[in-house]
């Protein structure tokens, strides 16, 4: 019964534990969320008008189909991956903690940046715009990444736990799954890259006519 009710405390208390680091990821992706729509609305009217002509000139070449694919393929390929094997290696680095919260804050700064200038720029259309940019490549991505962030939280909490409290733990069954992560991890950010090269575009032009 003793060690029934051990058993189920370590079990309650990991649960605890998980769930903090959970909540701590979302948390942070939400506040880069909310920083990034009170920076778009600061800007000057200056600031409004260069990002109104960059957007202006992207989904013009959008419904034009003025878009050399492989380039764009091959700089969302390096974004998505450099994000999701970097933040994957800070998790094996234990003091890289402090730096997965950040590029976590820099990805929800970097979306909702770019779906308040959508709006702003275009107002009700752009509405209808911003919801066909986001779903679904930006929007699994960015909850595959509250994932990915706890994973290498948690694992690198545990690495910690191993290498200086001394606890005992499985590193070898621990790294086997945290590598199976960044499989996991290359696939979505793939998948996520190939949608929004060949399909978020060709979606969007729908709208552009």
């Not at 730096?99 to 770019?114: A, N, Q, R, V």
Request: charged share 10%; proline share 2%.
């Amino acid at each position: 019964m003793i060690l029934m009710n051990e058993a189920s405390k370590k079990v309650k208390n990991k649960l605890y534990e998980q769930k903090k680091i959970y909540l701590s990821v979302i948390v942070t992706i939400i506040l880069g969320i909310l920083l990034g729509i009170i920076y778009n609305l600061i800007l000057s009217k200056s600031d409004h008008t260069l990002i109104a002509n960059q957007l202006n000139a992207f989904f013009d070449g959008i419904k034009k189909n003025d878009i050399n694919y492989l380039s764009m393929l091959i700089n969302s390929l390096i974004g998505n991956l450099s994000l999701v094997i970097l933040i994957w290696l800070l998790g094996i680095s234990i003091i890289g903690l402090p730096l997965i919260y950040i590029l976590c804050f820099g990805k929800g700064f970097l979306l909702s940046f770019s779906i308040v200038s959508i709006l702003t720029t275009y107002k009700l259309k752009g509405l209808i715009l911003a919801i066909c940019y986001l779903i679904p490549g930006p929007i699994v991505f960015l909850l595959f990444l509250i994932f990915l962030g706890f994973s290498a939280s948690f694992f690198s909490k545990k690495l910690f736990s191993y290498l200086f409290l001394k606890q005992d733990i499985s590193l070898r069954h621990s790294m086997k799954r945290y590598l199976q992560v960044l499989l996991v991890s290359v696939l979505v950010a793939v998948f996520c890259s190939l949608f929004d090269t060949f399909f978020m575009p060709n979606f969007l032009r729908l709208f552009l006519i």
